[in-house]
Nanobody, 126 residues
Framework: QVPLVESGGGLVQAGGSLRLSCTAS????????MGWFRQIPGKDRELIAA???????ALRDSVKGRFTISRDVAKSTVYLQMNSLKPEDTATYYC????????????????????WGQGTQVTVSS
C-alpha cells in the first residue's frame, strides 16, 4: 500500500486558490505529524506547513496568512488550502509524514521524512 497519495494542484492565475489533498494509511496518519514540502528545481525541498498528531499547526512565514493546513482524521487526509497564490509559489508540492514536523518546522529538512507522497505540480501564472 502506498503510504501517501496526493491529489490537487494544477495551473492557476496569480491571486487564485488551490487545495491539495493527501490521504495516508491509517497507521501512518495516526503515528506521524503530516506536512507539506515544496521544491523548486535546483533547490532542496522546503517544509512550509505541518500539523501535529494533536492538531497543532505550523506554517513557514512565506505562506502565513495565505495557506492553511488542516486534516480530516476520519479520512486520514490532510489538506493544504492555498489562497492569494503568487508566481513564486510555483513548485512541486510533496506531502510528507514524520515525527516532529509541526514543532520543528523551521529546522526540519527532507532528510527527516519517513514517508513521501508522489508530488503534485502547482504553477501560478502572472
Amino acid at each position: 500500500q502506498v503510504p501517501l497519495v496526493e491529489s490537487g494542484g494544477g495551473l492557476v492565475q496569480a491571486g487564485g486558490s488551490l487545495r491539495l489533498s493527501c490521504t495516508a494509511s491509517g497507521r501512518t496518519f495516526s503515528t506521524n505529524d503530516m506536512g507539506w514540502f515544496r521544491q523548486i528545481p535546483g533547490k532542496d525541498r522546503e517544509l512550509i506547513a505541518a500539523i501535529s498528531r494533536s492538531g497543532d499547526t505550523a506554517l513557514r512565514d512565506s505562506v502565513k496568512g495565505r495557506f492553511t493546513i488542516s486534516r480530516d482524521v476520519a479520512k486520514s487526509t490532510v489538506y493544504l488550502q492555498m489562497n492569494s497564490l503568487k508566481p513564486e509559489d510555483t513548485a512541486t508540492y510533496y506531502c510528507a509524514a514524520a515525527l516532529g514536523l509541526a514543532r520543528y518546522l523551521a529546522i526540519t529538512t527532507w532528510k527527516s521524512v519517513s514517508y513521501w507522497g508522489q508530488g503534485t505540480q502547482v504553477t501560478v501564472s502572472s
